[in-house]
């Protein structure tokens, strides 16, 4: 919880709306399951955090904030070891539910998007669907948009959908040694042969054949949340992958795995680092100060300056970027 915190306390977009208290007009009293509760507690948690930290050894106490995400997602009872990327999720959910823009939901839309329309028409469509349930400061920053390309190897019929992401689930291609993140990218996006008990059906066949899966970003979202699978369910037995994936802290360019035209280069701001094994470890986290662009370690209780030559390490779990350019937006 405090690595996630101090990742999403230097989320600059999300720190200035907090800090300014413009969340108290768009919280939502009606399809919210907490009514404001979550994000209040957030918005406290993060102006002492920030507005009284000219006090040194202070020492802040995360209870109020824990009891409310643990009535939106009584999972995080207790104090056993969580999983950083999967609390990230619900906290954002919730407090992406806290603040939406739709106060009350719409009749659903049972139609297909039509099959006629172009790519670019249909992510349009697509995008458009899902702002009309789900549309907040939250998802202006953090959702993005994956397009999934499902192609019949018998007849050649491309069935493309698009579905929004609040974070990417990379694989990493290796066991041990060094790769880069690109090559996460290369294996996420790479062409999937869907044979035997896996053949789906083809919408121009209208029988299972053999077909093609990929996966593209059609829209890039203002952060982008990297989650490292060093935890992934053929490896639950076999331990934790310690891969060391090299990433770009400035720069990193992402328009090989782009569908659409958006802009894709970032810059890295906050990493949420785990040592120890899937049963028993401890959460760190590396962050960039959102003024200042001075890197910190934040170690629970204990913080201190760091170089930012040392931000890339073996125990890289969750990766906060942001979208070169975009600070002053």
Avoid at 26 to 53: H, P, V
Avoid at 219 to 224: D, H, S
Wanted: net charge positive; aromatic share 12%.
């Amino acid at each position: 919880m405090n690595s996630v915190l101090q990742c999403l306390s230097n989320t600059r977009a999300l720190h200035d709306y907090i800090l300014r208290e413009e969340y108290t007009a768009d919280i939502n009293t009606t399809t919210s399951a907490m009514k404001g509760a979550l994000i209040k507690a957030f918005g406290a948690l993060m102006c002492d955090l920030w507005k009284r930290s000219d006090e040194p050894d202070r020492v802040l106490t995360t209870a109020p904030f824990k009891s409310q995400i643990q009535r939106f997602a009584p999972r995080f009872m207790g104090y056993q070891q969580q999983d950083a990327q999967e609390f990230l999720r619900y906290l954002l959910e919730g407090l992406h539910e806290d603040v939406n823009r739709v106060t009350s939901r719409p009749k659903p839309i049972t139609t297909d998007i039509d099959d006629s329309l172009s790519a670019s028409q249909k992510s349009m469509e697509a995008w458009k669907r899902f702002l009309r349930l789900e549309n907040s400061k939250f998802v202006d920053l953090f959702v993005g948009q994956l397009k999934s390309t499902l192609r019949c190897t018998v007849c050649g019929h491309a069935s493309v959908t698009f579905d929004p992401f609040w974070d990417l689930s990379l694989p990493i291609p290796s066991r041990s040694g060094q790769v880069r993140l690109q090559a996460c990218f290369d294996l996420f996006t790479k062409e999937e042969v869907l044979d035997g008990d896996e053949k789906p059906t083809c919408s121009k066949c209208q029988k299972r054949q053999k077909c093609t899966k990929s996966f593209s970003i059609q829209k890039f979202p203002r952060i982008l949340v990297v989650h490292l699978k060093r935890f992934s369910p053929q490896e639950r037995f076999r331990g934790k992958l310690n891969t060391t994936v090299d990433f770009s802290v400035n720069g990193l360019d992402l328009s090989p795995y782009s569908a659409g035209q958006t802009p894709c280069r970032y810059n890295l701001y906050g990493v949420a680092n785990h040592s120890g094994t899937l049963f028993s470890g401890h959460y760190t986290a590396y962050c960039r100060h959102p003024y200042t662009a001075e890197w910190y370690e934040y170690n629970d209780s204990r913080v201190h300056v760091m170089n930012q030559r040392n931000v890339n390490s073996g125990e890289a779990y969750v990766l906060f970027f942001e979208l070169a350019g975009s600070t002053h937006v």
